[in-house]
């Protein structure tokens, strides 16, 4: 997975939608001056994608926030000093604080960072969702479809009038089919226009 979604290939992703697909040109002219600017902070990714694991976008955010305050920044050095207990005490479930230590402990024993698909998904408490998270907001994958997202499901719903019943894999992937090889930045403005500021791991 390589970081390749700085400005020049932004625009030349947008572009490329525009042309494609009349919703996304709406979106990208509504939203044109804003966009994604991965980070490669490969950790802080994790840890928010999994205090936002199958919960409310809301939820998510309270829960975020809390961790920040308790830990200063995301590091693996800062969970580790944290504890299980504080990082429950946030709001996480015992299964993602658990996880989540876990992670940091092998970061600081020396393991490499994550950066392939197949890496995240060896990671306790990573599943198919976090990975793709990871890969768009802190790689900057230029061609990332997050099947299993349900805000990207809503947001296909409402601008496809595709009912969310057929939007399974098979169904997700015909409606993104125009959209590659820059899916990410396709699902950006879909979520960005979710909600009122942009969506951010």
């Known amino acids: 997975m390589k970081h390749v979604l700085d400005a020049t290939a932004w625009t030349a992703g947008c572009r490329h939608l525009a042309a494609a697909d009349p919703v996304l040109a709406g979106l990208i002219d509504a939203y044109g001056e804003e966009r994604l600017a991965p980070h490669g902070d490969v950790f802080a990714t994790l840890a928010r994608a999994i205090a936002g694991q199958q ?6 955010e309270r829960i975020w926030q809390r961790l920040l305050d308790r830990l200063g920044r ?6 580790l000093v944290a ?15 658990a996880a989540l230590s876990a992670i940091a402990a092998g970061l600081e024993a020396g393991a490499a960072i994550p950066d392939s ?3 995240l998904l060896a990671l306790p408490g990573v599943g198919p969702w976090t990975a793709d998270m990871v ?5 900057g994958a230029p061609d990332v ?22 939007l399974d894999p098979e169904g997700l992937q015909r409606v993104a089919a125009p959209w590659r090889p820059w899916r990410s930045i396709a699902v950006w403005y879909l979520w960005r226009a979710l909600d009122p500021v942009p969506v951010s791991y």
């Open 83 to 97: 504890g299980e207990a504080d990082l429950a005490a946030c709001g996480l479930t015992r299964r993602k604080a």
């Open 135 to 139: 890969a768009i907001f802190a790689l």
């Open 145 to 166: 479809l997050p099947l299993a997202d349900i805000g990207l499901h809503r947001a296909i719903a409402g601008h496809y009038g595709v009912p969310r019943e057929n």
């Open 55 to 60: 919960i409310s976008v809301l939820a998510a």
């Open 117 to 119: 698909r197949e890496a």
């Open 74 to 79: 995301a590091t693996p050095a800062a969970v």
